[in-house]
């Protein structure tokens, strides 16, 4: 099983860019990187996916070296609003039981 | 269109009485993931459903736990003389594994939360 390592805390301030690195060093060929997003009381919602390279969605960017043991989420431009706890899963999608989330990174965005 | 529901969204029993929890996943998913969430925790992974597989039961914490998908659509999990440390927000998610990997993200419900007393 791919074991993911991230921060558990961030702080940021309005308008600024947050990067956000998860260590996945014993990731499988089949294993796609997924990132979500949870607000308090909320279930987790998608925020982006991706296998290599980069990938840009209207939310997010997701970078993955060629290695593939890492992943960055940069999130442009952060407001209050993105505070929120962010999870990296790693993890072959159509092996359900085997997609593990970690504790996640915990943002908080100050005015 | 809607999304997953969950049912009841919140639930206190006593000790040592069984429960049912409900989800209803988005219409044609093929696959339903229930995950456990403590207070403060990430979520902790339960049983998996896809198509007419057989179900992933490898997170059930114990025996006290099963579930079922009916129907390949609406699942309920049970969990039979609760315990107290069974309280938290169990979360039910599902996705359409049939769609490729643009269509792999879990769309999750609201949850339904647990408190044993």
């Known amino acids: 099983l791919a074991k993911t390592t991230q921060p558990i805390s961030m702080d940021s301030y309005e308008g600024q860019e947050v990067n956000i690195t998860c260590s996945h060093n014993?990731?499988?060929?089949?294993?796609?990187i997924t990132w979500y997003q949870q607000f308090p009381s909320q279930g987790p919602r998608f925020i982006i996916q991706g296998y290599k390279t980069k990938v840009t969605n209207e939310v997010a960017s997701l970078f993955i070296p060629a290695d593939r043991k890492s992943s960055t989420l940069s999130l442009p431009r952060v407001s209050l609003s993105d505070t929120a706890v962010y999870y990296c899963?790693?993890?072959?999608?159509?092996?359900?039981?085997?997609?593990?989330f970690g504790q996640g990174t915990e943002l908080s965005v100050k005015p | 269109g809607a999304g997953v529901s969950q049912s009841p969204s919140n639930k206190v029993t006593e000790k040592g009485k069984d429960v049912e929890l409900r989800c209803d996943p988005i219409?044609?998913?093929?696959?339903l993931y229930w995950y456990r969430q403590s207070l403060g925790q990430g979520l902790e992974f339960l049983i998996y459903f896809q198509g007419n597989s057989a179900p992933d039961k490898s997170g059930l914490p114990s025996d006290r736990f099963s579930a079922e998908r009916t129907g390949g659509s609406v699942s309920t999990l049970t969990i039979q003389r609760t315990q107290q440390e069974d309280s938290a927000v169990y979360l039910c998610?599902?996705?359409?594994?049939?769609?490729?990997?643009?269509?792999?993200?879990?769309?999750f419900g609201p949850g339904t939360r647990l408190t044993v007393t």
């Open positions: 014993n990731i499988a060929t089949n294993d796609y």
């Open positions: 899963l790693v993890g072959d999608p159509l092996k359900g039981g085997k997609l593990i």
């Open positions: 219409s044609g998913h093929t696959a």
């Open positions: 998610a599902s996705s359409n594994l049939a769609g490729g990997p643009s269509s792999y993200e879990q769309y």
